[in-house]
């Protein structure tokens, strides 16, 4: 299975913007279909968005649906999430996750069988 590891969180303002980056290793990340989840505190793991292979195909989930870019870039082996406005709700640890055979249920955590290790994202109000 491919290794993913994510970076790019940290602390931000309401309103502000964060770009969490995800990089694979050990597998070309191009035959993953990848996703990003996040957990916040108490809360159950949450689905944010998902990409397809070839970058052509994008899924967000609602709570971030206008506000945030999936995307990614095979010859570096990197899937982004790009979340812009974000809101003190947003707050959490965001992993991304891999699969070379996903084609439905995205949302569903245990559809992916690779995993990083989070980001920690807050945001203030």
């Known amino acids: 299975q491919v290794q993913l590891v994510e970076s790019g969180g940290g602390l931000v303002q309401a309103g502000g913007s964060l770009r969490l980056s995800c990089a694979g290793s050990?597998?070309?990340?191009?035959?993953?279909?990848v996703s990003w989840f996040r957990r916040a505190p108490g809360k159950e793991r949450e689905y944010v968005a998902a990409?397809?292979?070839?970058?052509?195909?994008?899924y967000y989930a609602g709570s971030v649906r206008g506000r945030s870019t999936i995307s990614r870039d095979n010859a570096r082996n990197t899937v982004s999430l790009q979340i812009n406005n974000l809101r003190p709700e947003d707050t959490a640890v965001y992993y991304c996750a891999a699969d070379p055979d996903v084609r439905s249920n995205y949302s569903d955590w245990g559809t992916w069988r690779s995993w990083g290790q989070g980001t920690q994202v807050t945001v203030s109000s």
């Open positions: 990409i397809s292979r070839t970058g052509t195909s994008l």
């Open positions: 050990g597998r070309t990340l191009s035959s993953y279909v």
